[in-house]
């Protein structure tokens, strides 16, 4: 089966374009959750979305939106493009949005802001 | 709130010997504990995964790890380093009903030949 797939794997935008990252998750998964990974730091949460509504939010600008589709894929949005916006963003899935289930991580989008 | 502590930011051990990745957690409620893996230019994989069952979890590629309440501790431990477990890793906590997955800093594991 395949895993989590995010699209495209390298991006090159300037400050002030806007900018659409996908993610597909597992077969099965109803719920999608996005992560910033900063070079040398962990993952930030972003978003979490389970059966085509947002459930949680972390601490991002308003810059940052998303939305699930029917088939349970995801866009993350980001506008207004900053410097500081360079990294890797990290799509995971799970069957639900239960605490015990462990999420399955894409091999994410490099963000290049230049 | 909750958070994760990894103690070491960098980590170097031989080929063939004990690998020990420390990790402190605190949280409010009872947690779910992870350790993920990421290897250069990859996502997160999955390593294991401590739900309030067994306090000692084993988990894939010979690691385990071992959940200390008293201690608040979660630390990862393999028997035997081997030349690809060189990556980065991270320990994970989630309280109950949160939605997000909180990690820590890293860990930078090296392994000589």
């Known amino acids: 089966d395949a895993g989590v797939t995010q699209s495209p794997t390298h991006l090159i935008k300037t400050r002030g374009q806007q900018v659409t990252l996908r993610c597909s998750p597992i077969s099965g998964h109803k719920s999608v959750s996005w992560y910033q990974q900063v070079l040398g730091q962990g993952p930030q949460f972003i978003f979490q979305y389970y059966e085509k509504e947002e459930r949680g939010r972390g601490n991002f600008p308003d810059r940052f939106s998303a939305r699930q589709f029917p088939n349970y894929s995801s866009e993350l949005n980001v506008n207004a493009l900053l410097l500081g916006d360079s990294a890797l963003y990290l799509c995971a899935s799970s069957l639900v949005s239960d605490s015990n289930q462990p999420q399955h991580f894409g091999d994410g989008t490099r963000l290049s802001i230049l | 709130a909750q958070s994760v502590t990894q103690l070491d930011s960098h980590v170097s051990v031989s080929e063939g010997t004990p690998v020990l990745l420390r990790c402190n957690y605190s949280s409010s409620y009872s947690p779910s504990l992870f350790w993920y893996v990421q290897h250069p230019n990859k996502g997160l994989q999955l390593l294991l995964k401590?739900?309030?069952?067994?306090?000692l979890v084993k988990g894939i590629n010979g690691f385990e790890a071992e959940f200390k309440k008293s201690e608040t501790s979660f630390h990862l431990t393999k028997p035997s380093a081997h030349m690809s477990d060189a990556a980065e890793y991270f320990c994970?906590?989630?309280?109950?009903?949160?939605?997000?997955?909180?990690f820590g800093s890293g860990t930078r594991l090296q392994v000589q030949p």
């Open positions: 994970v906590v989630r309280a109950t009903g949160r939605r997000a997955l909180t």
């Open positions: 401590y739900t309030s069952a067994a306090t």
